[in-house]
């Protein structure tokens, strides 16, 4: 029987909300791998591919970053975004990617560039891509 009560929401509402017998999530120190019985544990995520099984079928999703709370075999994550795998918009992440990388070539002689924030993005971009693909 699956013994976690998994949630991820965003500021868009909630975009899973899952029973699971294990969760799988992008730490910040490192890849954090969730089953029953875990102790309780606030932790901040780092953007990237998050995966929860239930019945030996895996479900991934994208998320952004943010943070997890582990308490009571209920995980709760927060983030500023975040997919499942089959709603990532593909040609939406190809655009943001070569817009970002567009910013990062400029940027060496526009000091207007805001050269985190375009490495954000394309790290985003790239996941996304990633993650839909299945790689
Ligand atoms: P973009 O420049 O395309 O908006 P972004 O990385 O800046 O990309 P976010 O700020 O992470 O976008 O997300 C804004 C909203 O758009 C969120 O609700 C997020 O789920 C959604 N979103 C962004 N990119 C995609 C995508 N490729 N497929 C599906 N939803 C997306």
């Given at each position: 029987m699956a013994a976690l009560?998994?949630?991820v929401v965003t500021p868009n509402g909630p975009v899973v909300q899952a029973?699971?017998?294990y969760v799988g999530i992008p730490g910040e120190l490192g890849?954090?791998?969730i089953m029953p019985g875990h102790s309780p544990l606030l932790t901040a995520l780092?953007?990237?591919r998050l995966y929860f099984r239930k019945n030996d079928q895996n479900t991934d999703v994208f998320i952004s970053g943010g943070f997890a709370e582990i308490s009571e075999n209920r995980v709760s994550i927060l983030a500023e975004s975040a997919e499942l795998k089959e709603?990532?918009?593909v040609a939406?992440?190809?655009r943001a990617m070569d817009r970002a990388r567009q910013r990062l070539e400029k940027a060496?002689?526009?000091e207007t560039i805001d050269v985190l924030r375009a490495e954000a993005?394309?790290?985003r971009a790239s996941l996304r891509m990633k993650i839909a693909s299945g790689s």
């Open positions: 009560q998994l949630e029973e699971a017998d890849q954090l791998g780092t953007p990237g709603h990532i918009d939406r992440a190809q060496a002689s526009d993005a394309l790290l």
